[in-house]
């Protein structure tokens, strides 16, 4: 419908025609609502995109539950693998595109966008294409009969992503629903929903079957938990907060018992040890909290220095951050942009000024930037204790304490003292002190010697309450299957 496409362009004069209409059975509709997507840069409008209620979920549900039992089952793994490569051709090629409309809608610097974002869902559908037609069972040894097993689709899958990294995590969840020979309902984040339907429009002139993915808007209490709880919907993949991950489990449970992976929150700790290459640590220090805006579930928010360099990493660090550029996400040398949204910048604010009544010091920032959007200056608190609430609560902003430890055990009792578990650093040379420390920490990841480097064919998720399954690498491909168990007598008596 082209009623459905809003024209508009950059502050630097990028043209685009951003498509705003619910993505269903290969075309888009208008939904029974609409919301408001704001830039976050400047707080002012993009467009109003539509928005799924239940009736919608189950038209999209309903497609992909057609597309399953008709055409894509029916379609060879090397065909489905085809459409992947294909859709990871169209990415390439409207990369710029695809990253203009991913820093307008969410924030993130455009270099970021062109080089990491729109480059990463390209790179994992790629990977999990090769996988399509590795997807297979054994045979097993039984005595008098033959026994195989066989990797078979789930059914219907619902990804929801979040707001964070909306087009790579499109791509950690189509990619390994797609290979396994699913098919899918995304529900995008109603802050940034703008690229995953350029990914729509692509999707369709990759030449997938209708049906086979389908991507709405909406409500996570709306559009998110309809989804959760739909009887024909045989999975949910959620990547978001853990409170919001507790619903959908909930809802996946009081329903019929899907298959759930989530992707939650955390709390990381980032340990440097006194023997580290300070300036090393520094970078990745920097990149482990503030890459984003801070706004990564991962991110490297308690850095605990051994006391003997504390002071010295102190200021480096504070050199180090003072000398990045915060401002115009359009801009090519723009680190840091604006938080996503007025919501997202008043929560990190209030958390600012918990710290400072609760006694912590803000060794730099703690303010707004500028005069419109919401920017957030990058803010370092030291004097901390373990029971502040900046200590032990998620932030999910570019806010980052740093504190003193004296040994190997001091230090692990912090770091190990939270509900969370889903990434942690080590800086040392000392090898076995790294493989010690890593093996003893209690987390999905765990980095050494650098920081929130993930990889397309390495496992990500969490321990404890930073979510439960994996995602990337093959490790991702047990949550979209389903094995099934053919025994064939061959001399058995009854």
């Given at each position: 419908?082209?009623?459905?496409?809003?024209?508009?362009?950059?502050?630097?004069?990028?043209?685009?025609?951003?498509?705003?209409?619910?993505?269903?059975?290969?075309?888009?509709?208008?939904?029974s609502d609409t919301i408001e997507t704001i830039n976050p840069a400047t707080g002012k409008l993009i467009a109003n995109v539509q928005a799924a209620d239940e009736k919608f979920v189950d038209i999209a549900v309903q497609a992909a539950t057609d597309a399953f039992h008709g055409p894509w089952r029916k379609m060879s793994s090397l065909e489905r693998a085809a459409l992947m490569f294909k859709l990871a051709d169209l990415i390439d090629r409207d990369n710029e595109e695809l990253s203009q409309i991913e820093t307008l809608d969410n924030g993130k610097g455009i270099t970021f966008s062109r080089l990491f974002d729109a480059k990463q869902i390209a790179i994992s559908l790629r990977y999990f294409a090769g996988y399509a037609d590795k997807v297979h069972g054994k045979v097993i040894d039984t005595e008098g009969a033959l026994s195989y097993t066989r990797h078979e689709p789930i059914g219907v899958c619902a990804a929801i992503i979040p707001w964070n990294f909306p087009l790579m995590m499109l791509g950690w969840k189509l990619g390994p629903a797609l290979c396994t020979g699913n098919t899918v309902v995304v529900k995008t984040s109603e802050m940034t929903p703008l690229s995953a339907l350029k990914i729509a429009q692509l999707v369709v002139e990759a030449g997938f079957p209708p049906g086979v993915v389908n991507i709405i808007t909406g409500y996570g209490a709306i559009t998110g938990d309809a989804l959760a709880r739909h009887m024909k919907v045989a999975k949910v993949a959620f990547t978001g907060s853990t409170g919001v991950g507790r619903s959908v489990m909930k809802a996946a449970a009081e329903s019929n018992l899907k298959k759930v992976t989530?992707?939650?929150?955390?709390?990381?700790?980032?340990?440097?040890?006194?023997?580290?290459?300070?300036?090393?640590?520094?970078?990745?220090?920097?990149?482990?909290i503030f890459f984003n805006h801070g706004q990564c579930c991962c991110a490297g928010s308690r850095i605990y220095v051994q006391a003997s360099i504390h002071d010295e990493f102190l200021r480096k660090f504070k050199e180090y951050t003072s000398q990045t550029k915060l401002g115009d996400p359009h801009d090519d040398d723009t680190f840091q942009g604006p938080q996503v949204s007025q919501t997202q910048f008043d929560r990190i604010?209030?958390?600012?000024?918990?710290?400072?009544?609760?006694?912590?010091?803000?060794?730099?920032?703690?303010?707004?930037?500028?005069?419109?959007?919401?920017?957030?200056?990058?803010?370092?608190?030291?004097?901390?204790?373990?029971?502040?609430?900046?200590?032990?609560?998620?932030?999910?902003?570019?806010?980052?304490?740093?504190?003193?430890?004296?040994?190997?055990?001091?230090?692990?009792?912090?770091?190990?003292d939270t509900e969370y578990g889903l990434a942690a650093a080590v800086f040392t040379k000392d090898t076995a002190r790294a493989i010690d420390v890593s093996n003893r920490l209690a987390a999905g990841t765990v980095w050494v010697n650098c920081y929130n480097e993930l990889d397309y064919n390495t496992p990500f998720g969490g321990f404890r309450q930073s979510g439960i399954g994996r995602e990337n690498g093959?490790?991702?491909?047990?949550?979209?299957?389903?094995?099934?168990?053919?025994?064939i007598n061959v001399n058995r008596k009854p």
């Open positions: 419908m082209s009623d459905l496409i809003v024209e508009t362009s950059t502050p630097k004069g990028y043209k685009l025609k951003l498509q705003t209409g619910l993505f269903i059975n290969n075309e888009f509709v208008a939904g989530l992707e939650l929150g955390g709390k990381s700790p980032n340990i440097i040890f006194d023997d580290a290459d300070l300036d090393q640590a520094v970078r990745w220090a920097h990149k482990g604010m209030k958390y600012i000024e918990s710290g400072k009544e609760q006694g912590a010091t803000c060794y730099m920032g703690g303010n707004r930037w500028g005069n419109e959007g919401y920017f957030i200056e990058p803010t370092v608190f030291t004097d901390v204790k373990e029971d502040m609430t900046i200590v032990r609560e998620e932030i999910f902003g570019p806010v980052v304490t740093v504190s003193k430890f004296n040994d190997v055990d001091d230090v692990l009792n912090m770091a190990l093959e490790y991702a491909l047990d949550n979209y299957i389903q094995v099934k168990t053919v025994k």
